[in-house]
């Protein structure tokens, strides 16, 4: 089992960054692929982007890609999300969430794991 906490999450307006944070514990957390995926309201959930075990590779969703940054520390047991450049469209709850695998980085919504997600909501 891995428990998941995200914070960081707030009122923001559009073109302004944030950070989203992503805190875990529970079982050995470097064995986890870590991921965001979103929802917006009345939509389904969206990958956003992921990242491996060890840190060394990430995926990201085309519409997020070149915005959006994801990292981890393993030390801290903590895997983040660099927002930047944000629109109103990225208006969305923001969820971690682990996949029990350590480098399978499909961009879908398919994980194990899930934190209770964090508000993101970006004004125009």
């Known amino acids: 089992q891995v428990q998941l906490i995200e914070s960081g999450g707030g009122l923001v307006q559009a073109g302004d960054s944030l950070r989203l944070s992503c805190a875990a514990s529970?079982?050995?957390?470097?064995?986890?692929?870590v991921g965001w995926v979103r929802q917006a309201p009345g939509k389904e959930r969206e990958f956003v982007a992921a990242i491996t075990a060890s840190g060394t590779d990430a995926s990201y969703a085309d519409s997020v890609r070149g915005r959006f940054i994801i990292s981890r520390d393993n030390a801290k047991n903590t895997v983040d999300l660099h927002v930047t450049s944000l629109e109103p469209q990225d208006t969305a709850v923001y969820y971690c969430?682990?996949?029990?695998?350590?480098?399978?980085?499909?961009?879908?919504?398919?994980?194990?794991?899930w934190g209770q997600g964090t508000q993101v909501t970006v004004s125009s």
């Open positions: 529970g079982h050995i957390f470097s064995n986890y692929v």
């Open positions: 969430a682990a996949r029990s695998s350590r480098n399978v980085l499909s961009r879908t919504t398919t994980f194990d794991y």
